[in-house]
């Protein structure tokens, strides 16, 4: 609300934007990507809470930025919310994959079933 709150006078503030732009974004970019390539676009999701920790402690110990209860309890209610989606995202998987297991192979001869026997399963991200 106050446009002073606004104006970069410090030079901490200056060089924790600096930081945050440049090292902070590579490291969540090479997270993002490994994910990416492990689970699939939807478990890139799982790096959103942690930057969010790690962005709340670094202005409260490093910059001495109040952090109100309210936001701490929102934030909670999203991280858990979260999770408690990819924990059901993990277990649709799971359900697929003993769905597409070995001794099934046969029933259905489709290409999905040569994907399989390459090593590369294919899974839905959509519910």
């Not at 200056?14 to 440049?22: D, L």
Request: hydrophobic share 40%; with cysteine.
């Amino acid at each position: 609300r106050d446009i002073g709150a606004w104006i970069l006078t410090d030079k901490l503030d200056i060089i924790t934007i600096v930081y945050a732009g440049a090292v902070a974004q590579g490291i969540c970019t090479v997270g993002t990507s490994w994910c990416i390539r492990k689970r699939g676009p939807i478990f890139t999701s799982v790096f959103t809470p942690v930057g969010l920790i790690f962005a709340t402690l670094f202005d409260f110990s490093i910059l001495h930025r109040q952090i109100c209860l309210g936001s701490v309890i929102g934030s909670g209610v999203v991280i858990f919310g979260l999770y408690i989606f990819l924990l059901g995202k993990v277990r649709q998987m799971k359900e697929e994959c003993a769905k597409r297991s070995p001794s099934h192979l046969n029933e259905n001869g489709g290409e999905d079933d040569e994907q399989y026997k390459k090593g590369h399963l294919i899974v839905p991200m959509t519910p």
